[in-house]
């Protein structure tokens, strides 16, 4: 069993940055690919940010890259997202996932994701 534990959610202004951050327990975090997901009110979760358990293959929704970075620290089990210029649109509950299965390659899917934290709220202000 997997635990995962968001953080560093809030308000934020547009163009600030803020960076979120995912505690991993159980399992044995090195080797999954991780994802970042964000769910608005009324809309359906969406695709933010994945990576390989090796940390070498990053993936990003159109909508963030450029904007968005994904990291991982597999000494200390601690999945990041870094926002930088976050907009109003990125305001969203965010969560983050684990994908136990070892594939190489992260997944955008989250119907191939197997664990999930709790989300942690994000609120951008024009």
């Known amino acids: 069993q997997v635990h995962l534990v968001e953080s560093g959610g809030g308000l934020v202004q547009a163009g600030g940055s803020l960076r979120l951050s995912c505690a991993a327990s159980g399992g044995t975090f090195r080797m999954y690919s991780m994802g970042w997901f964000r769910q608005a009110p009324g809309k359906e979760r969406d695709f933010v940010a994945a990576?390989?358990?090796?940390?070498?293959?990053?993936y990003y929704a159109d909508s963030v890259k450029g904007r968005f970075t994904i990291s991982r620290d597999k000494a200390n089990n601690v999945l990041w997202l870094q926002m930088n210029g976050p907009e109003t649109g990125d305001t969203a509950v965010y969560y983050c996932?684990?994908?136990?299965?070892?594939?190489?390659?992260?997944?955008?899917?989250?119907?191939?994701?197997?664990?999930w934290g709790q989300g942690t709220q994000v609120t951008v202000s024009s």
């Open positions: 990576i390989s358990w090796s940390g070498e293959i990053m």
């Open positions: 996932a684990a994908d136990v299965h070892l594939a190489g390659i992260p997944s955008k899917v989250d119907m191939e994701y197997d664990f």
